[in-house]
């Protein structure tokens, strides 16, 4: 089916002193590799003289991991690190890491009883992924004793300096409001 709009700017070339419809173009052909290699040099030196490659991050630097071998997935670790993404990790490697900060974690929680609730968490998601419903790599992370890391918890807790003090509940914002705490 022909586009109106086009047989009307085919009539008005045809009406304007043009001699039919023009030909439309394609991409070049180059009929060797030196034609091409030539033709995409000349398209560099141009692209450099109109002062597109000027001030691209990272010019003058070394280029990164190009002593590193080749991974066909480079592209994709680089965005993870860059946007700091998590849960991107098969199981397995997410309860590693999160294992390994485990200790900061606990530290961030104010009460006993979330503490607790974030061992038990874990714990119910270790034994899930040691049934290997989700496949990848095996699961080597250990079950926490929630009794052992909750004692642990309240050692660190008590060597702290008593100057961070626990935050007060807020209430509902109208309260906040009216007392001008917002």
Same mark, same amino acid.
């Given at each position: 089916m022909d586009d109106p709009r086009t047989k009307a700017a085919q009539y008005r070339a045809e009406h304007d002193g043009e001699q039919g419809p023009r030909e439309v173009e394609g991409p070049p052909r180059w009929t060797t590799r030196e034609e091409r290699v030539s033709a995409v040099e000349a398209s560099i030196q141009v692209a450099i003289r109109r002062g597109d490659f000027d001030n691209l991050p990272g010019a003058g630097k070394p280029l990164e991991g190009i002593d590193k071998p080749h991974d066909p997935d480079w592209w994709i670790r680089q965005k993870i690190e860059r946007e700091n993404l998590t849960g991107l990790a098969p199981p397995a490697?997410?309860?590693?890491?999160?294992?390994?900060? #485990?200790?900061?974690?606990?530290?961030?929680?104010?009460?006993?009883?979330?503490?607790?609730?974030? &061992?038990?968490?874990?714990?119910?998601?270790?034994?899930?992924?040691? #049934?290997?419903?989700?496949?990848?790599?095996?699961?080597?992370?250990? &079950?926490?004793?929630?009794?052992?890391?909750?004692?642990?918890?309240?050692?660190?807790?008590?060597?702290?300096?008593?100057s961070d003090p626990e935050p007060e509940p807020r209430g509902s914002w109208i309260r906040r409001f009216l007392r001008g705490t917002t």
């Open positions: 490697i997410q309860l590693r890491n999160e294992h390994r900060a #485990m200790e900061e974690t606990l530290d961030g929680f104010w009460r006993e009883e979330d503490v607790r609730e974030h &061992l038990a968490e874990f714990n119910k998601r270790v034994k899930y992924a040691r #049934m290997q419903l989700q496949g990848g790599p095996p699961v080597v992370t250990p &079950l926490h004793d929630i009794d052992e890391d909750v004692r642990a918890w309240r050692e660190r807790r008590a060597a702290k300096p008593a």
